[in-house]
């Protein structure tokens, strides 16, 4: 039987539960660290990966100042409506009523507010050029996510703007349900509120308007 | 009351809401993140509060808003949480705020490991934030005195209008043990109206509280210094707090060690104590005020050697120690900091050979 996957050669055999080769900031602080490293090297290709946790609380001023500088990497935020790493406590985009281990009576949005977008906030900028949500839910989903991503990568290497990949995605664990279930409720639940699509494309809209 | 079995975060939620103390900020981090936990559920049984914050940084500033209006509020967190919390904590020591902060801690520098450690010694006991001010740090060893601290803490604070911290091990939260809680509920909180800021309602006089840490004027700032310093004078005279073991006969060394590593300590000091090898204990429950002269008194017997500090980090209190010693006998160190505690054979394999080179 041929091969259907190979891993791409930008992943290394390391073992790390991080992405391998790269550099690993503090708890919200990524879009800070790129920045470092994009402008004293900006011919090297800088993305950062954040957890919603991570972008959308704790590092909420890093990413909006980074965003509106403009700075010229891109950033993969992963939203899974939850603190993974740490065991599932609650986060800015927890949904309304969603029980979490620190919202055990579900989240109280009278208390608490309503989960943020970030990408439709981010968009609220002017400077950032690029900024999509995306999901990796289904496989019709996944090919889109691919472009996005693969767009955002090729604005970097255009020197063009700051990018923004939103990816939704599920955290069967710590919402304790399968696989399955956490697909379908993340469906039902999560992309009704965290709408699909491009919300920013300035490089695109730009193009256009030159021809 | 009788005794129950608990986690060790679980417990320290629940002694602080026996303490009177009904407000809670935090954020999640491993290896504390079950005291927020429980208190979710727990804080609106007794009517209390509890809000997770953005980011330490934000809980930091939240615990002094609190805390200025003359409400018990505390806190908890683990390493990274901590650092990013001390420039709160400068504040609150600065305006003199009775905020208690208790940190699991994790292996460090950086993100460090989520492992038991004691590598935030230093930043507990020599500042963290900037200036001169001094936490009261209470080191304990078991999740009973860890309950028993947390009780103890909110009184402290409030007798000096002091931040006080709780610095206890990542086992310390983790492990669970059988606990008793104290049947005293804690003192009633202390009459704030002379500083606290709680509203035109309840003032009693004409007199406006202010509660702030800007003093532009470098006497008054220069009093300010003067004034917090009496008060870490007064802690330590009056708030060491330490335990000993096998101090009666001959030791030959004396071992300083607090929290969880001290409890391996006391197990390798048996060990050799049946090698006929007498080494003795300090364990000091506060970290500052330190227990100096009690640590002092330990090496002036004549059959003592060396001290040896034993902890879980690069010895970060051997200068304590040094200073208390004061030249009367060299002090060692020894320990692990990668998350793994050192068993009482390595401890007494360590302890053995620090002697041996001495004789
Ligand atoms: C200053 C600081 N506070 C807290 C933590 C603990 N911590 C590690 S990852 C994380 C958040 C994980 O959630 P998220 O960013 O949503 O990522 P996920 O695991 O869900 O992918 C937290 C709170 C930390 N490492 N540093
Ligand atoms: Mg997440």
């Not at chain 2, 727990?42 to 953005?54: H, Y």
């Not at chain 2, 500083?195 to 406006?208: I, V």
């Not at chain 2, 330990?298 to 010693?325: F, H, P, T, W």
Request: aromatic share 8%.
């Amino acid at each position: 039987m041929g091969k259907t996957f190979l891993k791409p050669n930008s992943l290394s055999d390391n073992h790390t539960h991080y992405c391998p080769g790269c550099k690993e900031a503090a708890h919200g602080r990524a879009p800070a660290m790129a920045t470092g490293i994009k402008r004293v090297r900006p011919d090297l290709n800088v993305f950062t990966y954040q957890g919603d946790g991570d972008l959308a609380s704790i590092g909420m001023s890093e990413i909006i100042h980074s965003a509106n500088r403009g700075e010229k990497f891109t950033t993969i935020f992963v939203n899974n409506a939850v603190y993974g790493m740490t065991g599932g406590q609650m986060a800015p985009t927890t949904m309304p009523n969603q029980k979490t281990t620190t919202s055990p009576f579900g989240r109280d949005v009278k208390d608490v507010g309503m989960p943020i977008k970030m990408a439709n906030l981010l968009a609220a900028l002017q400077t950032p050029g690029y900024i999509e949500r995306t999901t990796v839910l289904k496989p019709k989903y996944i090919v889109k996510a691919k472009k996005a991503i693969k767009k955002a990568f090729i604005y970097q290497m255009e020197k063009k703007c700051f990018s923004f990949v939103e990816v939704v995605s599920t955290c069967p664990t710590n919402w304790g349900m399968t696989p399955q279930d956490s697909i379908k409720w993340a469906e039902d639940t999560l992309l009704p509120y965290y709408e699909l699509g491009v919300f920013k494309d300035t490089p695109k809209m730009e193009e256009k308007n030159a021809k | 009351m009788a005794k129950v079995l608990m986690k060790g975060n679980e417990a320290i939620g629940e002694a602080a809401i026996r303490a009177g103390c009904l407000n809670y900020f935090a954020y999640p981090i491993t290896p504390q993140s079950e005291v927020a936990e429980y208190l979710a559920k727990r804080m609106p049984e007794v009517g209390g509060m509890f809000l997770q914050g953005e980011s330490e940084v934000a809980v930091g500033y939240m615990l002094f808003g609190a805390s200025a209006c003359g409400e018990r509020v505390f806190t908890t967190s683990s390493s990274p949480g901590i650092s990013l919390m001390s420039e709160a904590i400068s504040y609150i020591a600065a305006a003199q705020c009775p905020v208690v902060f208790v940190n699991i801690m994790r292996g460090g520098p950086g993100l460090g490991g989520i492992l038991p450690s004691q590598a935030d010694y230093s930043q507990s006991v020599k500042g963290g934030g900037h200036g001169d001010y001094k936490l009261l740090v209470m080191a304990p060893a078991s999740v009973q005195e860890a309950v028993e601290m947390v009780t103890e803490a909110f009184v402290l604070a409030e007798k000096y209008r002091n931040p006080v911290m709780i610095l206890g091990d990542g086992l310390i939260g983790q492990m669970m043990e059988p606990v008793e809680f104290p049947e005293k509920v804690a003192a009633k909180p202390s009459d704030k109206s002379e500083w606290a800021t709680t509203g035109m309602d309840t003032r009693k006089s004409d007199k406006r509280n202010l509660v702030k840490t800007l003093f532009l004027d470098p006497e008054e700032l220069n009093r300010h210094n003067l004034m917090l310093k009496e008060k870490y004078k007064k802690m330590e005279a009056e708030e060491v707090r330490y335990s000993t073991y096998n101090t009666d006969g001959d030791y030959k060394a004396v071992i300083a060690s607090y929290g969880t590593m001290s409890r391996v300590c006391k197990t390798a000091i048996d060990m050799l104590k049946k090698e006929g090898i007498e080494v003795c204990m300090i364990r000091p429950q506060t970290l500052f005020p330190f227990p100096e002269v009690a640590i002092r008194k330990a090496v002036e017997k004549k059959s003592c050697k060396l001290a040896i500090s034993i902890e879980m980090n690069m010895g970060q209190m051997v200068e304590d120690i040094q200073r208390s010693v004061s030249g009367i006998v060299p002090v060692k160190w020894y320990g692990k900091c990668g998350g793994e505690i050192p068993t009482p054979e390595e401890t007494a394999e360590a302890v053995k050979k620090y002697l041996n080179n001495e004789e």
